[in-house]
T-cell receptor, first 115, second 113 residues
Framework: ETGVTQTPRHLVMGMTNKKSLKCEQH?????MYWYKQSAKKPLELMFV???????ENNSVPSRFSPECPNSSHLFLHLHTLQPEDSALYLC??????????????FGSGTRLTVV | AQSVTQLGSHVSVSEGALVLLRCNYS??????LFWYVQYPNQGLQLLLK??????LVKGINGFEAEFKKSETSFHLTKPSAHMSDAAEYFC???????????FGGGTRLMVKP
């Protein structure tokens, strides 16, 4: 039990589909993150939310749309994706993005395959 | 800008042998340093972290790491490798300016019987 739950664990979608990834944390944290992990590439930070406000958008294409309705939930809405978007998408949380030293708690990820 | 380098994308050891995974960081200010482990198709799990207290940090599963300021290093060690230690290991750094973790490229540890 990591305290950060991601659903679904696996997702296969066509390039014209619209789907959403969900992340929920039960740790009382105030910051949440989306990362993309592709084979043979470093972890890529996508978005950061701190107290529900987006503080970082790391030049992510608009076909990825994040939503953070409250500090416990984070979504990643997907539409018209490309095959190169296939990857493991990781959600993480931390106590506060403005205070160093806490580290992040990660979920188990959603394995996305775009066909 | 902060950065962290992990030397060796793949490390192979025999079961029972010493594990040494290398991490070097660049910094002009005191860093906070982390080691994470990732098993196949899982998220990253925190192994240990250095936050300016003791320079030798003990973590879970028998791992430890030593912060060496003079060498700007934070290498991860374990005296005796188990088959279950086979995984990918990530070093990460952040500084007082905020909690933005910068990750190294990862080191895949293979353990041979």
């Amino acid at each position: 039990e990591t305290g950060v739950t991601q659903t679904p664990r696996h997702l296969v979608m066509g390039m014209t589909n619209k789907k959403s990834l969900k992340c929920e944390q039960h740790l009382g944290h105030n910051a949440m993150y989306w990362y993309k992990q592709s084979a043979k590439k470093p972890l890529e930070l996508m978005f950061v939310y701190n107290f529900k406000e987006q503080t970082e958008n790391n030049s992510v294409p608009s076909r990825f749309s994040p939503e953070c309705p409250n500090s416990s939930h984070l979504f990643l809405h997907l539409h018209t994706l490309q095959p190169e978007d296939s990857a493991l998408y990781l959600c993480a949380s931390s106590q506060d993005h403005t205070i160093a030293g806490y580290g992040y708690t990660f979920g188990s990820g959603t394995r996305l395959t775009v066909v | 800008a902060q950065s962290v380098t992990q030397l060796g994308s793949h490390v192979s050891v025999s079961e029972g042998a010493l594990v040494l995974l290398r991490c070097n960081y660049s910094s002009s200010v005191p860093p906070y340093l982390f080691w994470y482990v990732q098993y196949p198709n899982q998220g990253l799990q925190l192994l240990l972290k250095y936050t300016s207290a003791a320079t030798l940090v003990k973590g879970i599963n028998g791992f430890e790491a030593e912060f060496k300021k003079s060498e700007t290093s934070f290498h991860l060690t374990k005296p005796s490798a188990h088959m279950s230690d086979a995984a990918e290991y990530f070093c990460a750094v952040t500084y007082n300016a905020g909690n933005m973790l910068t990750f190294g490229g990862g080191t895949r540890l293979m353990v041979k019987p």
